[in-house]
């Protein structure tokens, strides 16, 4: 059997070291006017971004970014009008959501964007007839 009580306060220890170099949220709002949640830090800074780029908030409307709770460790931002949680390390570090979420974000962008080859490219395959039709595979019922 193992002994729980110095996991436990292995994992206090760890907590209070991490809040010691960490900052945490003492603060959270939504500057409607400038269209940003901003998240005081317990260093006396701030830091603001806009919601529709972290994941959970990116069709939120400004009455559901009204209310912000903040976590008791000061890790944590709470939305509970859109039941969306995110880690303040991870904002910090700039991560805005999940890994997949942030991959999908990423080919968003580079599926959106334009170039001169990207262009020429389009114009050769429209002469050609445009993109080559998919063809479905031939399915044989043997019933």
Known sequence: MTDHKSEIEAAKARAAKQQASTPIAIAAHYDARAGRVVIDLSTGLSIMFK????????KAKPEQLSKIEISPSG?????????????????????????????????????????AAKTAASRINGKMGGRPKKHKPYVIDVA
């Open 75 to 115: 890790f944590g931002i709470h939305f509970p009008a859109l039941d969306a949680d995110l880690y303040l390390p991870g904002l910090l570090e700039g991560f805005m959501g999940s890994r997949k979420w942030m991959a999908a974000q990423l080919g968003k962008t580079g599926g959106s964007s334009t170039s």
């Open 51 to 58: 919601p529709h780029d972290a994941q959970g908030l990116e």
